[in-house]
């Protein structure tokens, strides 16, 4: 398996996706004159401003897993043949279909098949999985998809995560655990460590420390919020966790339209009884959502700041003026759920998330489905995400206060003002 060596006279790895400093790739290649060719031209060729590019081989297709799991390997490039029919070696091509099985079930890299045979690993390219045929050029298109899968921003977002997990485990086993080890001996039941240690790296991945994560994604990563403010994506968990439905997880129907489910999680238990699969809530109650772009506060606002464009960049609503000023604000108390000249409490906003475009939450349209109807094969329902907390907490809340509340006759505060003024002037 010759390579035949063209070297560019550019590097095509460019400062745009310099997501991870210190990129390290694995070869593995039965072909050990492949490995060092592709090697010296990753390293010869493509240093980068503020890059360095590790590149290790090992020519064991059986060793790759362990490999990957020994060190913090952020690309691969795998062959799919083993053995070579002209020195009469035996010969397996799905050498490389099952290391790539073996990895995908254990841990993730992107993998970039690099192969005299493409047709034999075709059918498994994906966004995150390429194939780079071997001919003259391919060097040159191997660096493209190394480029093409480090703008992803997942090699680093991977290792960020990593990082971040051992370094949570490693100050709570040397920490908390060390310290009060002869506590944890006396425990009869050895699952309350793993408890404990596993509520801990969760709470670790809250919304609150979401940031330490994106610190670590550098240039690619955005910067880390506030302590008292929450990244849109953080209101969600996607895809759901659970298999059983939660209060508030989101939904959309047929025709485009999102709900969100308000019956409480316990009523959606599902049980066997009887053979046959139920829970206590015959019916599921749901709220409608409505586009936020279709709310008066953001058509006027989109139709005065489309036929008066702003001539500067603004931070906050505070840099604006006049009417710009006054609709921005009238919008933002919208999404702050304190509109004006509406309902007090029967909205709620959810914002634009991935797929999910920004949404108001209506507690007057409300309707009850069928459990049959939710769960059948053939519902009208897909389940896209389940709000998290603490914003599920909240809107649930929302919703209770607005159903629960008690109308009164309002107070006539003017003639208590009046006994109030008078006292004042005795």
């Not at 010869?44 to 060190?71: G, H, S, W």
């Not at 485990?169 to 039941?189: K, L």
């Not at 759920?337 to 409300?366: M, S, T």
């Not at 009850?368 to 909240?394: N, T």
Request: hydrophobic share 40%; net charge negative.
């Amino acid at each position: 398996m010759a390579l035949c060596q063209v070297l560019p006279s550019a590097c095509y790895l460019t400062r745009g996706c310099r997501t991870v400093k210190d990129l390290r790739v694995l070869l593995v290649d039965d072909d050990e004159d492949s490995c060092k060719l592709i090697q010296e031209y990753l390293k010869d060729f493509c240093e980068i401003e503020d890059t360095n590019i590790v590149v290790e081989y090992i020519t064991k297709f059986n060793l790759a897993l362990e490999y990957l799991e020994a060190r913090k390997i952020d690309l691969l490039i795998l062959d799919v043949r083993i053995g070579d029919i002209d020195d009469d070696l035996e010969v397996d091509d799905e050498a490389g279909r099952k290391t790539l099985k073996a990895i995908q079930e254990n841990l993730f890299v992107p993998v970039i098949f690099h192969t005299g045979l493409p047709r034999v690993v075709e059918d498994l390219a994906s966004n995150l999985i390429r194939v780079v045929p071997r001919e003259n050029d391919s060097p040159k298109k191997l660096l493209t998809e190394i480029e093409s899968l480090l703008k992803t921003g997942l090699p680093a977002l991977n290792r960020a995560i990593i990082k971040h997990t051992e370094k949570v485990q490693r100050s709570y086993m040397w920490g908390f655990v060390n310290e009060n080890w002869p506590e944890f001996e006396q425990i009869q039941d050895r699952n309350e460590l793993a408890h404990l240690l596993a509520r801990r790296l969760a709470i670790s991945f809250s919304f609150e420390n979401v940031g330490e994560i994106e610190t670590g994604l550098g240039e690619s990563g955005t910067q880390a919020s506030e302590a008292n403010q929450a990244h849109s994506m953080r209101y969600y968990v996607l895809p759901p966790i659970s298999i059983d439905p939660q209060t508030c997880d989101l939904y959309r129907d047929e025709t485009g339209l999102y709900w969100v489910l308000l019956t409480p999680s316990c009523d959606m238990v599902m049980r066997e009884k009887n053979g046959r699969s139920s829970c206590s809530a015959d019916y599921f109650m749901f709220a409608g959502c409505a586009s936020l772009t279709e709310q008066t506060e953001y058509a006027e606002l989109k139709e005065h700041f489309d036929s008066n464009p702003l001539t500067e960049d603004f931070k906050t609503y505070e840099d604006l003026s006049g009417k710009h000023k006054k609709l921005a604000v009238r919008l933002r108390k919208f999404l702050l759920n304190n509109p004006e000249k509406r309902q007090k409490g029967r909205y709620f906003f959810l914002p634009k998330a991935w797929r999910i475009p920004d949404l108001i939450v209506d507690f007057q349209n409300v309707k009850a489905i069928p459990l049959e109807e939710v769960f059948s094969p053939d519902s009208k329902l897909e389940r896209i995400a389940s709000v998290d907390s603490p914003f599920r907490e909240s809107l649930i809340s929302r919703f209770n206060s607005f159903f629960g509340r008690i109308g009164t006759p309002d107070l006539d505060v003017e003639i208590i003002l009046r006994r109030l003024i008078s006292m004042t002037s005795q």
